[in-house]
């Protein structure tokens, strides 16, 4: 590391003044050392952040010097980046279905491999009743239910949570979001808020990484996002098997079904849905062309 560094208190020559182009160019040069995917797109979402100011005014005051405060508020944010911290959680917002979710470490950070779940869900019950039910399990942030509930706002959409405080994050984006009068945000074990209910939609992203490669992920996920999103038991199926076998009991006659899986989960997830006798099963690949959603209609006769 040179003498000059931004993320160090130091006295500088006034020929050396840290310019947000120069700071920029610093953070993204720091990150591609530490192997950041994205380091130069990282240094200017965080130094936007740290300005509260939109990201075009980077290139538009590129010449501007940073003021102590505004230095050091930068730093912390490279240091909290450097420790592996997603940028989501940083900047406490991620776009989801063309939505600004807010974010933390009390739910996973949405994926764009999530969305083709929204997506099905929407083709498949297209040609159903303008008043339909829908139930999304494992919710996390809320960005597959609080999505859908913005395309259908005739439904009446249900989203659960096992953890309280992840349920409280979906809410707080339900209400953000503007569709806390058609969503209700429920506790429990999967079906346990909604004994006795039945629904014509039944959307889930559980958790499905096999226990053993936990370990394995990269820092960002591992340290940073709940265990309880990621595990999904010894070969990560264990949710995916729960909800695809009970599902019929919560379906209405033809109700769909669309769970997310992991991209070598295809062919054993089609087979539990044909297994617990759902019709028209089908497979959905991700934007990157793995094996992503598996959908299918329930039995015609509850
Ligand atoms: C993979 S995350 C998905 C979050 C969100 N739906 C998304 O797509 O970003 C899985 C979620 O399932 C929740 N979960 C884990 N076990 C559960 C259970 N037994 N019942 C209900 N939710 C559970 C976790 O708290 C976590 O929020």
């Not at 980077?58 to 997603?86: A, C, H, K, N």
């Not at 595990?231 to 033809?254: H, K, N, Q, Y």
């Amino acid at each position: 590391m040179t003498d000059a560094d931004p993320t160090r208190a130091s006295v500088r020559p006034a020929s050396e003044a840290w310019t947000i182009a120069r700071v920029l160019k610093w953070a993204a040069d720091d990150f591609r050392k530490r192997n950041n995917p994205s380091p130069r797109l990282d240094a200017e979402l965080l130094l936007s952040h740290a300005l509260g100011a939109d990201r075009i005014r980077l290139v538009l005051d590129s010449e501007r010097e940073l003021s102590p405060v505004e230095l050091g508020r930068y730093r912390e944010l490279i240091q909290r980046r450097r420790s592996g911290e997603p940028i989501a959680y940083i900047l406490g917002r991620r776009e989801f279905y063309g939505l600004s979710f807010a974010v933390d470490r009390r739910a996973l950070v949405p994926r764009p491999d999530t969305e083709p779940l929204v997506e099905v869900a929407l083709e498949r019950t297209r040609a159903r009743s303008m008043h339909g039910a829908a139930l999304d399990l494992c919710t996390g942030s809320g960005c597959v239910a609080v999505s859908f509930a913005k395309q259908r706002p005739t439904w009446r959409v249900t989203a659960t949570d096992v953890a309280v405080e992840t349920a409280e994050l979906a809410w707080e984006n339900a209400r953000r979001l503007g569709v806390v009068f058609t969503l209700d945000v429920l506790v429990g074990d999967l079906f346990a808020p909604v004994a006795g209910r039945r629904f014509d939609l039944i959307t889930a992203n559980p958790p499905y990484i096999p226990s053993g490669e936990i370990a394995g992920l990269d820092v960002d996920v591992r340290d940073f996002e709940p265990r309880l999103a990621l595990d999904g038991g010894a070969d990560g199926l264990d949710l995916v098997r729960t909800v695809i076998a009970s599902a019929s009991s919560f379906l209405t006659p033809g109700g769909v079904l669309a769970v997310e899986i992991g991209h070598d989960q295809g062919p054993r997830t089609l087979e539990l849905f044909e297994h617990a006798g759902f019709r028209d099963v089908a497979l959905r690949r991700d934007y990157g062309s793995r094996d992503r959603v598996v959908s299918g209609l329930g039995p015609k006769t509850p």
